[in-house]
């Protein structure tokens, strides 16, 4: 048994740290990503503004593929694609790359459904007005489906903290690796217990901002 006093209180810390620099920079880059892919799918599709079947299925074809791939394994896979960007293949700094690849066709997907949500009238009458494809993508279809646009971030932050805290099994960092050094490894079941209780406190958190966020952007309400 291995008491939670303030050595292991100082360790849990910097291990939230560690997991929000992780969660904060992968979802971000994730969306520079993604946020253009699921545009891409929703302007290219066979009832998009711009119908493409090529680039529409080739597009998710590669979308679908990476999303199939477990995320341990794409982080093994990753390995000397993250030495060359990052250098090390361990730590929180090098999990970022494969949270990035594996997050951000899951982001495409979200953004994807929450853009085919808006309403068809609304983007007739924008064209019927001679609105170009890039003017209507940024004044009227992203601000349109802000809502639930910020919504899919909650659950993107969610998942990605999931990531996170799986990447511990091989060196990851955070929460993640101090669950598994000392919860599984040393059956420290304190230390198991406040971690993951710490990782569900930061889950609600993300979660209760995104739907406050969300409701306050939504023009219905």
Do not use: W
């Amino acid at each position: 048994m291995h008491p939670v006093d303030a050595q292991t209180l100082s360790m849990i810390g910097k291990g939230i740290i560690e997991t929000l620099y992780m969660v904060i920079v992968s979802t971000v880059c994730a969306y520079a990503i993604g946020l253009p892919i699921g545009l891409i799918l929703v302007i290219t599709d066979k009832n998009g503004i711009r119908p493409c079947p090529i680039i529409s299925k080739v597009l998710g074809f590669i979308v679908n593929l990476l999303r199939s791939v477990p995320f341990v394994i794409l982080m093994i896979s990753v390995t000397p694609l993250t030495r060359k960007i990052v250098g090390p293949s361990l730590g929180t700094s090098a999990t970022i790359v494969p949270l990035v690849i594996a997050s951000a066709p899951y982001i495409a997907r979200l953004v994807e459904s929450s853009i085919k949500e808006v309403d068809a009238g609304i983007i007739e009458a924008a064209r019927a007005m001679g609105t170009g494809t890039f003017k209507l993508i940024y004044k009227v279809l992203i601000p349109e489906a802000k809502p639930s646009l910020i919504i899919g971030g909650a659950i993107a932050i969610t998942t990605i903290l999931g990531y996170s805290a799986m990447s511990g099994f091989i060196g990851g960092g955070g929460l993640g690796d101090i669950a598994v050094r000392y919860g599984y490894y040393r059956s420290e079941t304190e230390i198991l217990l406040v971690t993951v209780a710490v990782l569900i406190i930061i889950v609600q958190g993300f979660q209760e901002l995104g739907m406050r966020l969300a409701k306050h952007c939504d023009k219905r309400s």
